[in-house]
């Protein structure tokens, strides 16, 4: 609890720097050398923990960051035409399966909040099947493509609703 309170001072203290001071080349310095005194301090003394859960020992966070690797691979080979229209809307629907099980997964404590996740998860999931059938019908990937790709979302989706279902059995139990 101190830690988090003396961060929070830090903050402060960064906060009124920024209104005493001209920016100048050595702003960075400075503000390095006070926040690097606070929490060496702060860190030494603090007794606190924190338990953060891991995603990555989660299958289906694995399985769609793989999926993510994939999908970067093939918006690669988008005309140009797409950079600033399917392109990052893909990226940033697929990215968004991953960072959301992440996100979820960080709030156990809180299940209906990580059921929450785990639906924006799934709704991400779809919004990045539709922008892959667009790709196929535009011709930006290939039918033979699209059939090994599929498979892969499909099976994030079916995880991510087994997920959300043992979360919602272990609220109705508890």
Same mark, same amino acid.
């Given at each position: 609890?101190?830690?988090?309170?003396?961060?929070?001072?830090?903050?402060?203290?960064?906060?009124?720097?920024?209104?005493?001071?001209?920016?100048?080349?050595?702003?960075?310095?400075?503000?390095?050398?006070?926040?690097?005194?606070?929490?060496?301090?702060?860190?030494?003394?603090?007794?606190?923990?924190?338990?953060?859960?891991?995603?990555?020992?989660?299958?289906?966070?694995?399985?769609?960051?793989?999926? =993510?690797?994939?999908?970067?691979?093939? @918006?690669?080979?988008?005309?140009?035409? $797409?950079?600033?229209i399917?392109k990052?809307?893909?990226?940033? *629907?697929?990215?968004?399966?991953?960072?959301?099980?992440? $996100?979820?997964?960080?709030?156990?404590?809180?299940?209906?909040?990580? @059921?929450?996740?785990?639906n @924006?998860?799934?709704?991400?999931? *779809?919004?990045?099947?539709?922008?892959?059938?667009?790709?196929?019908? !535009?011709?930006?990937?290939?039918?033979?493509?699209?059939?090994?790709?599929?498979?892969?979302?499909?099976?994030?989706?079916?995880?991510?609703?087994?997920? !959300?279902? *043992?979360?919602? =059995?272990?609220?109705?139990?508890?």
């Amino acid at each position: 609890m101190d830690y988090i309170i003396n961060l929070h001072i830090l903050h402060i203290y960064i906060y009124f720097y920024f209104l005493n001071c001209k920016f100048d080349s050595g702003f960075n310095i400075r503000i390095i050398v006070i926040s690097k005194n606070l929490m060496e301090d702060d860190i030494m003394q603090s007794t606190h923990t924190t338990n953060i859960p891991d995603c990555s020992t989660l299958k289906v966070w694995q399985k769609a960051m793989d999926f =993510n690797l994939i999908i970067y691979d093939i @918006v690669e080979d988008f005309p140009k035409s $797409e950079d600033y229209i399917m392109k990052p809307q893909i990226l940033r *629907s697929c990215t968004s399966i991953s960072a959301n099980i992440a $996100e979820g997964n960080a709030l156990k404590q809180l299940p209906k909040r990580e @059921v929450f996740h785990l639906n @924006v998860a799934i709704g991400s999931a *779809s919004e990045t099947i539709n922008w892959l059938k667009l790709a196929l019908l !535009r011709k930006y990937i290939t039918q033979d493509k699209y059939d090994t790709i599929f498979p892969k979302i499909e099976e994030i989706i079916k995880m991510l609703y087994g997920y !959300r279902k *043992s979360i919602h =059995n272990c609220i109705n139990e508890g």
